[in-house]
């Protein structure tokens, strides 16, 4: 009988519960079950609507049941930043903010009356953005007060979702550093920091590593699911985990975890919290085994999912590509913008966008996806130098993981942007990534380096060669 491992992975648009095992030496992949996600507006503000998302979660795991794939292990990865404050009774307080919500606009400023931008990063090595937790809770500060002073515990999404399946409360590593409060030299909560901002301190919970085990269902789970799990801790953080999944061996890899956001950097093994690297805007997220990810955060498919959800029809994002390959434009954008955020429309935000520095408008829609995919290319371009640059290393190839692995046009593109080799694939990889803890924690590998060969081994990979085209 083979053992099954489960990742859920829930992302910004859409979420999936994938079953994971181990034949003849090589890792399996099947997709249970799947569901939307987004955020919607409630009084007029974008919100996570988290009871959905754990019923969810639950009817995925029923469906292992009803296929008699019942896993052994199970961990859970969302996105980042955002959080639920529990009361004393562990209830929500307040809203479940995306962090797409506008309330954080401004709070920059109000964090930077208690500490220079230059000392916060020193202080964590964490990207300025303005939808940060940091920044989250000085809106809730600032502006719903009574919630803080209610506030027992602060869980990141993942992990109130375990919360609620194991009824233990942990803060997993990697999550909690994109709060922009953890020191990535004790690996633990900032609590000079935290002071300093006015937050209760009681509400951080105990940092717990990924790779350890969270707890098991409580009674009223296993009745309601019809089985037993033991849930493991993953890198929560999606990005965390689809980076544990990056199909070498090497040890100084360059990366582009590709989804809704582009993630590209490298591994360290200890951050760069220098004034350099604050000014190219580089961030030292929290990974797997305490190593730090050194990466830029570029804008991604976002764009391209958003004018998708324009178009009259549905199309297949195959398509989108396969048409914006035949478009001849050569208009650039600046996918970091801050006005490619959240845009009433996309579409139109790119228009106004080459209108306003002097380029060709697109006149329709595959154009449109041309001058984002070619704009992608151009920043993955720029900030290869970027890393190269700041940690002294040159990278012959880059390993684009994640959904946007799947997108060949885009793989096209930045080998020709980047000058440098492209190997694409896993799509899958934050699932894998995931899969990956529990089944070191299961002693199926000794360590990461063993379970990336495994990956690289499982699953194809494609290569695509700079063609010369831009770079």
Known sequence: MSTYYLAVDIGASSGRHMLGSIQDG??????????????????????????????????????????????????????AVDYVLLDRNDRVLGKTYGYRDGRTKGMDEKVYEKISPENLYARTGIQKQIFNTIYQLMAVKQKEP???????????????????????????????????????VTKDWDYELIDMLGYPRKIFGKITKPGTLAGN????????????????????????????????????????????????GTELLEADCSAQSRMHNFTNEGGYDYRFRYLKNIMGLWMIQSIRKELA????????????????????????????????????????????????????????????????????GDTIHQVEAMTGKKYNCIYVVGGG?????????????????????PGEATA??????????????????EARACVQKSFEIKKFENEGAFH
């Open 313 to 380: 029809e549905e199309y297949s994002y195959g398509y989108i590509c396969g048409q914006a390959e035949k478009q001849e434009i050569s208009s650039l954008v600046d996918c970091n913008d801050d006005m490619f955020l959240a845009p009433e429309s996309m579409a139109e935000a790119v228009k106004e966008y080459c209108q306003n520095t002097g380029q060709q408008v697109p006149r329709n829609v595959w154009e449109i996806a041309a001058v984002i995919y070619n704009s992608l290319g151009k920043c993955y």
């Open 217 to 264: 269902f409580r009674k009223e789970i296993q009745e309601e699911i019809g089985f037993d799990c033991q849930v493991i801790l993953p890198a929560t953080h999606d990005t965390g985990s689809a980076v544990a999944a990056i199909p070498t061996t090497e040890e100084d890899a360059l990366y582009i975890s590709s989804g809704t956001w582009s993630l590209m």
């Open 405 to 425: 692995a799947n997108a060949e046009y885009l793989n096209q593109v930045t080998a020709n942007y980047t000058g440098r080799t492209v190997l694409a694939g």
């Open 26 to 79: 090589k890792m399996e992949l099947e997709e249970i079950y799947r569901f939307p996600n987004g955020m919607v507006r409630v009084d007029g503000s974008l919100c996570w609507d988290v009871k959905a998302l754990f019923s969810e979660i639950k009817e995925g795991l029923k469906r292992c049941r009803e296929l008699g794939k019942v896993p052994s292990f199970m961990g859970i990865d969302t996105w």
């Open 432 to 449: 894998i990534g995931n899969l990956l803890a529990q089944m070191i924690y299961d002693r199926q590998f000794k360590g990461l380096k």
């Open 146 to 184: 009574g919630l803080l002073e209610k506030a027992e515990s602060m869980l990141l999404i993942p992990d109130y979702f375990n919360f609620l399946l194991t009824g233990e409360k942990r803060t997993e590593y990697t999550n909690a550093t994109t709060t922009q409060l953890v020191s990535p």
